[in-house]
T-cell receptor, first 113, second 116 residues
Framework: AQSVTQLGSHVSVSEGALVLLRCNYSSSVPPYLFWYVQYPNQGLQLLLKYTTGATLVKGINGFEAEFKKSETSFHLTKPSAHMSDAAEYFCAVFKAAGNKLTFGGGTRVLVKP | EPEVTQTPSHQVTQMGQEVILRCVPISNHLYFYWYRQILGQKVEFLVSFYNNEISEKSEIFDDQFSVERPDGSNFTLKIRSTKLEDSAMYFC??????????????FGPGTRLTVL
């Protein structure tokens, strides 16, 4: 069975500081991994995804994530937080059987001025 | 940019009533999904739909739930007799290519269902 764990349901960062959101997965097959962001009163928007190839993936809004197979991790980072980064972030793994995403619990990011 | 739309944005209903949540997926997409998120909990898969039939459904998707693509553009989720525990945000999603493992699922803004 596949599962996703996001460490920390809430993260508070200062504007300009590093944003680090942790995601660990379990998967019996090579995973396809995704990060989605949800801004208030909006749907889930894809930030980035890892399928195959380069393990460092760059996404929108300056975010990137690195797939580390040995650590079963796919942590999301952004070097310098902006107020507009305040949102909830979801890590997800794709399960081919049934063609569905399995989500982590989400991490809500608060950016302090 | 094409997007998935959902209506209504908020639905309030009485326990035992039927509700229909509507979604318009991106027009050339082939695979459709419903997910839900109970307040404070994870986003959970409900059902996937392709070629006018259900591909897979979760244990949540019992006989009270049904999906339909009635007219080639809309994709609906019906809950026949709502329960209090059906209160959640319901998200529709679609993907266009092969539905394969690397395809991006595009999500709508959600419908918040409140069952009283």
């Amino acid at each position: 069975a596949q599962s996703v764990t996001q460490l920390g349901s809430h993260v508070s960062v200062s504007e300009g500081a590093l944003v680090l959101l942790r995601c660990n997965y379990s998967s019996s097959v090579p995973p396809y991994l995704f990060w989605y962001v949800q801004y208030p009163n909006q749907g889930l928007q894809l930030l980035l995804k890892y399928t195959t190839g380069a393990t460092l993936v760059k996404g929108i809004n300056g975010f990137e994530a690195e797939f580390k197979k040995s650590e079963t991790s796919f942590h999301l980072t952004k070097p310098s937080a902006h107020m507009s980064d305040a949102a909830e972030y979801f890590c997800a793994v794709f399960k081919a059987a049934g063609n569905k995403l399995t989500f982590g619990g989400g991490t809500r990011v608060l950016v302090k001025p | 940019e094409p997007e998935v739309t959902q209506t209504p944005s908020h639905q309030v209903t009485q326990m035992g009533q039927e509700v229909i949540l509507r979604c318009v997926p991106i027009s050339n997409h082939l695979y459709f999904y419903w997910y839900r998120q109970i307040l404070g909990q994870k986003v959970e898969f409900l059902v996937s739909f392709y070629n006018n039939e259900i591909s897979e459904k979760s244990e949540i998707f019992d006989d009270q739930f049904s999906v339909e693509r009635p007219d080639g553009s809309n994709f609906t989720l019906k809950i026949r007799s709502t329960k209090l525990e059906d209160s959640a945000m319901y998200f529709c999603a679609s993907t266009g290519q092969t539905g394969g493992r690397g395809d991006t699922q595009y999500f709508g803004p959600g419908t918040r269902l409140t069952v009283l």
